[in-house]
C-alpha cells in the first residue's frame, strides 16, 4: 500500500540498514523498480524530482504508481517529492497524495533555509505527510577542501535546525554528489561527520542522497556501443552499507538507473538495427533496471524481506 516513510525508517533505524529512494520518470522505470521490490519483499520508495513531474505530469506518474499498488498491494510504498524547490510545489505533492516531500532549501542562506523548511513541515504534517530538508551542499572532496565555508553538513547545525524546523528527516552532505562523475580520485567520504551527526540526533533518520555505485559494467556497455561517458566514478557499495548502519535510512538513486536503462537500449538498437518497435527495445531495458534496483536491495540497502 501507499504509505508514509514513519514506521519504514523506524524499523530500518532499529536494523540498521536502509530504504532505497529510487527516481522514477515513465511506465518502464516505475515497473523494473516495483518489480525488484516485490521479488524482494522490500519497502521501497518512489521519488519524483521537479524534472521527473515537468516530463511525465504529476498525474501521471500517480496513476501508474496506483497501478503499480493494484498488482502488489502488499509492498509498502512512499511516494516521495525529490528536492523540492519552493512552498508550492511541495503544496501540490501533498494535495495530489504523495506522502512525502523533500523541500531543498540547502542553497539558502540558513535562516532562509529555516524558514522556508518550517513553511512546507506546517503544512505538511497536520495531513500526515513526511518532510525531509537538507543542510550543507553535496559536494566532492575536493570542493570542500578548496572552500573555507561549510559546504559539509555542520553537526551542531544539523541538530538546531531539525529543532527549529519540524522536519522529519535530513539529508546531510558528506562528500557525495549528484550524477555520474563523483570522485576523481579515490572515493572518500566524511564518516566522522556522519558518525557526530548521528550521534548529536539519536534515533533521527538521515538521508544520503548522490548516492549511486555507477556500476562500471554499465558504464563500458554504454561506450562499446556509441556512447561517450568517459571518467564516470560512483559511491562504493560498501560505503553505503557504512552509512546505513550509521542512522542513515534513504539512499539516493536515479543515475544508476539511467545508466543501466541506456546500457541496454544502446546494446540491443546496436545488435539488432533492423528493429524499431520501441517494446522491443523497452522490454529488456525495463528488465535491466528491474536487476540492477534488487541487486541494490539485497546487497546494498539491506531491506530485502523486510515488506
Ligand atoms: O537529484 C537529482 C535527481 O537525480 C533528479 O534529476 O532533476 O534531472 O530529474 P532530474
Ligand atoms: P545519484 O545521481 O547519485 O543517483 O543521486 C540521486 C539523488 O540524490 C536524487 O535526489
Ligand atoms: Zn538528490
Ligand atoms: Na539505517
Known amino acids: 500500500p501507499l504509505t508514509s516513510p514513519k514506521q519504514m525508517f523506524a524499523a530500518a533505524y532499529a536494523g540498521g540498514y536502509a530504504i532505497g529512494a529510487f527516481n ?4 518502464e522505470i516505475i515497473q523494473g523498480i516495483m518489480g525488484a521490490a516485490a521479488a524482494e519483499k522490500s519497502p521501497v520508495i518512489l521519488q519524483v524530482s521537479a524534472g521527473a513531474r515537468q516530463y511525465a505530469g504529476q498525474g501521471y506518474i500517480m496513476k501508474l504508481v496506483e497501478a503499480a499498488l493494484q498488482d502488489d498491494p502488499s509492498i509498502p510504498v512512499v511516494v516521495h517529492l525529490d528536492h523540492g524547490p519552493s512552498f508550492e510545489m511541495c503544496r501540490d505533492c501533498i494535495d495530489g497524495g504523495f506522502t512525502s516531500v523533500m523541500i531543498d532549501g540547502s542553497h539558502l542562506p ?5 524558514a522556508l523548511t518550517k513553511q512546507v ?12 530538508a537538507e543542510l550543507g551542499k553535496l559536494a566532492g572532496i575536493e570542493e570542500h577542501v ?12 544539523a541538530v538546531d535546525f531539525v529543532r527549529r524546523t519540524g522536519c522529519d ?11 555520474a562523475y563523483k570522485f576523481k580520485g579515490e572515493a572518500r567520504l566524511d564518516f566522522d561527520r556522519l558518525e557526530t551527526i548521528s550521534q548529536k540526533l539519536p534515533g533521527y533518520p538521515l538521508v544520503l542522497h548522490g548516492a549511486s555505485s555507477v556500476p ?13 561517458v568517459g571518467g564516470a566514478k560512483g559511491v562504493p557499495e560498501d560505503m553505503l552499507r557504512k552509512a546505513a548502519g550509521m542512522g542513515v535510512c534513504k539512499i539516493n538513486v536515479d543515475t544508476d538507473i539511467r ?15 533492423e528493429q524499431f518497435d520501441p517494446r522491443a527495445y523497452l522490454k529488456p531495458a525495463r528488465q535491466a533496471v528491474q536487476d540492477m534496483v534488487a541487486h541494490k536491495i539485497r546487497n546494498v540497502m539491506g531491506s530485502s524481506g523486510k515488506a
Open 110 to 114: 540558513y535562516e532562509e533555509n529555516i
Open 146 to 157: 578548496a572552500s573555507a565555508e561549510h559546504v559539509y553538513t555542520d553537526p551542531d547545525q
Open 216 to 228: 562500471q559494467e554499465f558504464v563500458a556497455l554504454c561506450n562499446k556501443y556509441g556512447g561517450q
Open 121 to 132: 513541515a506546517d503544512y505538511a504534517h497536520p495531513r500526515g505527510v513526511w518532510v525531509e
Open 259 to 273: 545508466l543501466a536503462l541506456t546500457a541496454s537500449i544502446r546494446q540491443f538498437l546496436a545488435e539488432h538495427p
Open 169 to 179: 528527516s535530513l539529508a546531510v552532505a558528506i562528500g557525495t554528489s549528484h550524477g
Open 24 to 27: 522514477v520518470n515513465n511506465m
